[in-house]
Each structure stands twice: as C-alpha cells, then as structure tokens.
C-alpha cells in the first residue's frame, strides 16, 4: 500500500462512529487542491453521478506514472475522490492494476459508497483508473 | 377517527430499522410504503390464485379476470367517474406516453402544447418528442418567481395563446405545490384544448374527484397511492379516449385479426396489449380500499399537521431554504442548508436513518430556475408523524453541525 494513502486513510479507519468517519472524508475533501475553474469542463465530468466530479487521468511517460486531478461540487464525494487519487496518484501501471479500490474501502468501512446504485460515480472513477493502467501496461 | 397508532401498524417496513436506527421514512413522493393487506394479497394472488384474465373459461381465470376487472370500477368509484374510462399501465409515465402517442394523428404544423414550467421530465419529455415528429411547438405557461402557478395568470395565456394540449400537474413532485385547476381547465374548455392532468403526486392525498376537475385525461401511478410497483393508469374521458390511436398492438386489444387487417377492442380493452400486470391490479383493489377506510377529511387534517408541524420547524433552523408553497402542498419539503450540496446534507440524514431524496428529481427546469443543482426533498404521507418530524429536525441539525 502507498504511503500517501496510508497517511490519509488513517483518520478514518479509527474514526469513532459514522458521524467522525463522515468528518474526516470531508476533511480531506477541503485539503484538495482547489481545480480552476476553466478545467471544470463537462467533457472531464465523470457520467452517471448526482453530484458533478471533473477526473483528469493523466500519464506521465518520464516517470512511467499515473497523473490523477479531481474535484467534485458535494464534500463527501470530493472527500472520497480525495481517497482514491491518494491510492493510485503516482503509481506504475502495474502497480495501479495490483490494487483492489473495493477492499480498500471495505477496510475503511466505506464499501457501501463503491454501490452502483449511490449515484456518486465512485465506482465509475475507480473503472476509469483501471481501464488507464490496464492500457497503459 | 384517525388513528395513526393503528396506521402505522399497518405498515410493517416502517418497524425497520437502517443503519442502525429507526427508520424515518420522508420520501413517499417517490413510492408510498405499502399496507400489510396489499403485500398479502400479492402473495394470496400467486399463492392461490394466479391465472390469466380476460381468457380461459376455467374457475381461476374467471376469479381473476372478476378481481381484476373489479379493481377497476373500484378506483372508478375513487376517481368518481366510469370503469370504462380507467386504463390499466405501467405508471403515470406510461399514460402520458399513451396519450401523447395517441394524439398524434390529431395534430398539425405550428400547432401548441402547453406545459407548465415545474413539471416532472414524464410530462415534458413526451410531448416534446410529440411536438418533433408532429411539427407541433410545446409553449410553456407563466409561473411566478416563487414557483407557483397562478391559475389566472394560466387561463389568460392559455386563451390568448390557443393550445391544441394543455397538460399540467395536479401537485409538483419537487415542490408539493398544487395546482387550482378549475380556472385552467375551463380556459382549456373554452378553447377546445385537451386537458392533461398529471395526478401521479395528488392522488392519494387530495383524493381527487375527476368528473368535478372535468380534464379530459388524468394520470397516475398505483405505487406513489399504496400500490404495487409497476402499475398505473390513466382516465380518459370516454369519447375521447376511445378516439385514440392505439399505443401498444398484439393480444388482448383485439376483436378480430385476420392476417391482413385486425379491428380493436373498444377503451379500454384496446389500450391494454398483452397480459396486463394482473397480481398488481387485484393487489391495488387492497391499497384503494385502504384509501377509502380512511375518512378524507380527517387524512387531510392529520397531513396538514405534520407538514405545518415541519414547514414550522424547518425554517426555525438558520440557513435552511425552503422553496415550496408553504400553505397549498401536499406533503412534499424541497430545501437546502446555505450553499451545501443537497446530496451532503441527503447522505448524511441517512446515516441518521432519515430517508429523504436528494437531487433535481426529474425537474431540472425547477433547478434551472433557481439556479441550484437540486434540493433535498421530504415527503410526507398519511402514515407520518410529528414524531418524524422531530428526528428529521434533529437529524438535520447533527448534519448541519457536520457540515459546518
């Protein structure tokens, strides 16, 4: 597992209850760096959520790495997209296909939020981060 | 007298319990709880009595097409009009398909379909589609800055303009607003313009009397009135519906086929292809029986209370928009906290066992109007309390102190 995502999921793994878990997805939300706005465009809109989330997935070709920007307009989506550029921003190709996102969150007691029918495009950003890895292998 | 202690008891899902709390069910705009009579005569019907209607001379079938048939005139006898003029569908969504579709051959270039500006997508999206193949033009009623339509305002344009359709909601899905429909459809009357009503979010509560509204059609979906899913339906003023095109062809519509040329059945038979959502029909004759156990006077009062009761509580929290008519509503709260997106404030009322339904809800020129992505909507029904409203009220709170 990757430092960065060790070092951001830690406050919410020992979060004391729903409503402390809630607080520090948030949290992490808001330290996200801000995206401009001419990058919030609809082609980088990430299709079938409620709320709106701009995922730019980028490769960088010297470093041989996943290059991942996002932001949404709800905190707790941002704060869960948060979570997921921290476990794959970074990462080989290789290393990005090694990572269950599904399992990450069931240990952070977050599962429910990667179901289809929560509207919040979680589980359409993680496919899209894969499918990236899985070409660019 | 009403005695919600029983009602409730009646409702079993409302005994669960999410995420480990109580369940507060605050989103019956988007389907009623059901009564424990309706998921017992789902069961008695495959249990005991499953058959096809309208075939078969075997004593099943004949019990069945009588049930089915009977469910009919009963909401007849709800809706105050004839059995003759209900047809049996998927949903209000269906019906508007049904009647859009069945209008076409009736319209002509340059013709008008009126609509109001808060309609759910289902009573905009047809006739739009309507107005494309038909070269009709979809015009939309004035509404006022506050979201609700003033009916005068409505018959004036409605006159001037001359519509070939008018079709309007009888209560607003997003917002709960009702509609004074008299002055519109005797404007509609007054011009020859078919008259639409869109009563999927009314007709449980205001128990509507149809032959006294007096439009020419009226949707409704069984499941936002106690029902099964899937099911719904239509009124059509006879003559009128009976004129249609058909919608759907195949069995159970016809009279005669040859393999050339087929004669249909008379409405409503003729609007109903295939074998019909049967289990669901005979299941709705409980939840209309249910409806009609209930004095309406006193359902109203015991609705009006608790929608006072929260409109009350909720804007005594700062910071809460509320962009519903406060007074003439059905049940239905839109609002959002200051500027927080509507499915934060909806994710975390769940945690808190609270139900509600965030989201543009199908509106989207609502949102447009407003400016706002959607807003976080409770929805109140018979089977709501006070209590409810006070564990909504401290859960948004909590919420509010999360977000801050």
Request: proline content about 4%; some cysteine; aromatic content about 8%.
């Amino acid at each position: 597992m990757n430092s960065a995502f060790e070092a951001v999921s830690k406050n919410i793994e020992t979060a004391a209850g729903w409503q402390q878990k809630y607080r520090q997805i948030m949290l992490l939300g808001k330290q996200l760096p801000v995206m401009p706005e001419v990058l919030k465009v609809d082609d980088a809109l990430v299709k079938g959520c409620e709320s709106k989330v701009w995922l730019y997935i980028d490769f960088d070709h010297t470093e041989n790495s996943l290059v991942l920007a996002g932001d949404s307009d709800t905190r707790i989506v941002k704060g869960l997209l948060a979570l997921i550029l921290a476990l794959y921003n970074g990462l080989t190709p290789e290393q990005a296909a090694q990572i269950n996102a599904y399992d990450e969150f069931e240990r952070l007691g977050l599962i429910s939020h990667l179901s289809p029918s929560r509207g919040n495009g979680i589980k359409a950003m993680v496919d899209k981060i894969q499918t990236m890895a899985e070409q660019k292998q | 007298m009403f005695d919600i202690t029983k009602i409730r008891a009646d409702f079993p899902i409302l005994n669960e319990t999410v995420n480990e709390q109580p369940l507060v069910y605050l989103d019956s705009a988007a389907t009623s709880q059901k009564p424990q009579a309706v998921i017992n005569a789902l069961s008695r019907f495959y249990s005991h009595e499953n058959a096809n209607v309208h075939r078969g001379r075997h004593t099943l079938s004949e019990n069945a097409t009588r049930n089915y048939e009977q469910t009919r005139t009963l909401l007849a006898d709800y809706f105050s009009v004839k059995s003759n003029e209900i047809v049996w569908t998927k949903g209000a969504t269906e019906s508007i398909n049904l009647i859009a579709n069945g209008l076409a051959s009736r319209l002509n270039p340059g013709d008008k379909i009126a609509l109001s500006a808060i309609e759910h997508h289902a009573n905009i999206v047809p006739w739009q589609q309507l107005a494309q193949r038909t070269g009709a033009e979809v015009i939309i009623l004035p509404i006022e800055n506050d979201l609700t339509i003033n009916s005068v305002h409505c018959s004036e344009f409605i006159k001037q303009q001359e519509p070939k359709i008018v079709a309007i909601t009888h209560a607003s899905n997003t917002l709960g607003n009702i509609t004074d429909l008299a002055p519109i459809i005797n404007a509609c009357k007054a011009i020859n313009a078919i008259s639409i009503v869109d009563g999927a979010q009314a007709a449980m509560h205001l128990r509507p009397n149809l032959q006294e509204i007096s439009c020419d059609f009226y949707v409704f979906s069984a499941h936002k009135m106690l029902g099964p899913t899937g099911l719904g339906g239509l009124y059509g003023r006879f003559e009128l519906l009976n004129s249609l095109d058909v919608y759907q062809t195949g069995g159970e519509m016809i009279e005669t086929v040859n393999l050339t040329h087929s004669t249909f059945r008379d409405a409503p038979g003729k609007f109903e292809a295939g074998t019909p959502n049967i289990a669901g029909v005979i299941a709705f004759s409980e939840a209309i029986n249910y409806l009609i156990s209930l004095d309406f006077q006193q359902m109203r009062q015991h609705e009006h209370t608790v929608f006072d009761y929260a409109i009350k509580q909720l804007s005594a929290i700062d910071g809460i928009n509320i962009y519903s008519n406060q007074t003439d509503n059905i049940g239905n709260i839109s609002f959002n906290y200051r500027d927080e997106h509507p499915f934060d404030l909806a994710t975390l009322l769940d945690g808190f066992g609270v139900a509600v339904r965030s989201g543009h809800h199908c509106t989207q020129p609502i949102m447009s109007h407003l400016g706002i992505p959607g807003t976080v909507r409770a929805s109140f029904a018979l089977y709501n309390t006070k209590a409810d409203v006070d564990a909504f009220i401290s859960a948004v709170k909590s919420s509010i102190e999360l977000l801050d």
